[in-house]
């Protein structure tokens, strides 16, 4: 499902859940477990995240949406699913260890949502990125709205958002989205260089600026409520549940 391995000074974690590594409840769990194991080591100054699927990751599970609009308990359990993504991805962004994701393939909602979660992220030329949650009548609700406005400005987060664009990777550094775009078949050097470079510099240094660059960058706990709200309202609603279950028949 997730795979990791400790590299001297880096941690690389590999999604490798076939075939589009489908965020579930399993899967945040397995990650939270990293995250632990992490933090009783010392000496780690960078979390590399990458995939060895064909995507970087599909977003939530399918199984996950169906039974979250099969059962009269399903919308809550959904959104305590949104809750414990905004709180593993609160978790990687708040991580002294600077984060760097590398998407190869399509990162759509929640797997674009742990990307944004990242400090760095380069992206191959061909990947496709995108939030496209609005065609379903719902929102990115793990952070989306918040930290692609933080991180573009709100003009790129609506035309990603309200128009459900997925853009190339070579567009999403156009865009600001990605701090890097390279040919595919250059991606996992690129991003083990970059990770290097990253690990040879002083961990307690790196770890100081991040909380300065945190607090330039404010607060999203209000924001990330919203979206909890909001999603709430959504998965009560006849017309989302209408276009949730004409896509999970086209799957």
Aim: glycine share 10%; with cysteine.
């Amino acid at each position: 499902m997730i795979r990791h391995e400790f590299q001297q000074s880096t941690l690389v974690v590999t999604l490798d859940r076939h075939p589009v590594n489908a965020i579930n409840r399993e899967w945040i769990e397995r990650f939270d477990g990293i995250l632990d194991e992490l933090a009783a080591r010392p000496g780690i100054a960078v979390m590399l995240v990458r995939s060895a699927q064909r995507l970087f990751s599909a977003g939530a599970d399918l199984k996950l949406m169906r039974d979250c609009f099969d059962s009269e308990a399903g919308p809550a359990e959904m959104i305590e699913t949104i809750r414990r993504m905004q709180r593993l991805y609160d978790r990687i962004e708040g991580l002294g260890q600077v984060t760097i994701a590398a998407v190869g393939g399509a990162a759509f909602g929640g797997g674009l949502e742990l990307a944004l979660a990242c400090d760095l992220r380069v992206a191959a030329d061909e990947a496709q990125l995108g939030l496209p949650e609005a065609r379903l009548g719902l929102l990115p609700g793990a952070g989306g709205t918040q930290r692609l406005s933080r991180l573009c400005g709100t003009g790129v987060a609506r035309r990603l958002i309200l128009a459900a664009e997925a853009v190339s990777g070579t567009e999403a550094r156009s865009l600001g989205l990605v701090q890097w775009a390279v040919p595919g078949a250059e991606l996992d050097a690129f991003a083990t260089r970059l990770a290097g470079q990253v690990a040879a510099l002083a961990p307690d240094a790196l770890a100081a600026c991040k909380q300065c660059l945190a607090v330039a960058a404010g607060s999203m706990q209000h924001g990330m409520a919203v979206e909890i709200h909001e999603t709430i309202a959504l998965l009560n609603n006849p017309v989302t549940r209408s276009r949730v279950a004409d896509f999970l028949k086209k799957r």
